[in-house]
């Protein structure tokens, strides 16, 4: 099961990620950064989460579109 951490602090909502991943981030409707959707979210934390196997490479695809590289996926 692959970690997942945003660094939010650096998001430009770009919306890459919640678009070609949309099972796994979001957009967060207060500041507009992407965020770990609740239910994979590590310890209540927005920016880290456990992705499921089966969305290794949706979590993955996300992390390499991002054109700030603040997806980090291990």
């Given amino acids: 099961m692959p970690s997942v951490t945003i660094d939010r ?3 430009i909502s770009c919306g ?3 678009t070609s991943c949309p099972e796994f981030f ?5 500041d507009g950064y992407s965020q770990v959707l609740d239910q994979y979210r590590a310890k209540g934390d ?3 989460g456990e992705a499921p196997d089966d969305l290794e490479t949706c979590v993955q695809d996300a992390a ?3 054109p700030v590289e603040i997806i980090h996926v291990s």
């Fill in 64 to 66: 390499d579109g991002c």
């Fill in 9 to 11: 602090d650096e998001c």
């Fill in 26 to 30: 979001e957009e967060n409707p207060d």
């Fill in 16 to 18: 890459v990620c919640w």
């Fill in 46 to 48: 927005p920016g880290r």
